[in-house]
């Protein structure tokens, strides 16, 4: 176990509606990343924040977006859902102290079907 | 896109044996780590080895790093069932940006 939790589990949504998912981090840890993985796939780095700023983004439209809140918890919105957007949507969570630094440690994900 | 692509994309092993798996990357790295995912579920940290190190330890786990070459492999010795998993790498670039990039995955087997 991470400590790193995220809800919805599984999640069916049809194009063009909007969705929010959840993550609540370990608690101290300051910096949370999302990644969406495709089937078969690697995770594909979607944006991070640290504490509560958007602090870098992957190649992903301004239809992804994100907030950082300051109990450790955070949210993943996407608007106007594309049937490629089904996917497995993971959290991850670090600090940048201490000796694990660095270290990310990931929620059980999400799993977006959008029909 | 992915940084990394790891080799084999799936290795198929007795219980027992050794397992190999490779990983290239493009850019200068700060840190190369290795997770481990089961099922399409939540990845699990394995082990992080940062751009001045060669070889690092953990348990079972023996990873080693060619910044010259921007290749790295993971060997899991004397694996077990629990062992079947996909194994990605992820980069994470040198000069302060946060973005980790992962590879493509290995989907290693393990037969009892």
């Known amino acids: 176990e991470t400590g790193v939790t995220q809800s919805p589990t599984h999640l069916i949504k049809t194009r063009g509606q909007q969705v929010t998912l959840r993550c609540s981090s370990q608690s101290g840890h300051n910096t949370v990343s999302w990644y969406q993985q495709a089937l078969g796939q690697g995770p594909q780095f979607i944006f991070q924040?640290?504490?509560?700023?958007?602090?870098g983004r992957g190649n992903f439209p301004p239809r992804f977006s994100g907030l950082q809140f300051p109990n450790y918890s955070s949210e993943l919105n996407v608007n106007a859902l594309e049937l490629d957007d089904s996917a497995l949507y993971l959290c991850a969570s670090s600090s940048e102290a201490g000796p694990k630094r660095e270290t990310q440690y990931f929620g059980p994900g999400t799993r977006l079907l959008v029909l | 896109s992915q940084q990394g692509e790891e080799d084999p994309q799936a290795l198929s092993i007795q219980e027992g044996e050794n397992a190999t798996m490779n990983c290239s990357y493009k850019?200068?790295?700060?840190?190369l780590q290795w997770y481990r995912q089961n099922s399409g579920r939540g990845l699990v940290h394995l082990i992080l080895?940062?751009?001045?190190?060669r070889e690092k330890h953990s348990g079972r786990l023996r990873v080693t790093l060619d910044t010259s070459k921007k290749s790295s492999s993971l060997l899991i010795t004397a694996s077990r069932a629990a062992d079947t998993a996909s194994y990605f790498c992820?980069?994470?670039?040198?000069?302060?940006?946060?973005?980790?990039?992962f590879g493509t995955g290995t989907k290693l087997q393990v037969i009892p």
């Open positions: 850019t200068s790295i700060n840190n």
């Open positions: 080895i940062r751009s001045n190190e």
């Open positions: 992820a980069t994470r670039p040198a000069g302060g940006y946060q973005k980790v990039t």
């Open positions: 924040y640290y504490r509560e700023e958007e602090n």
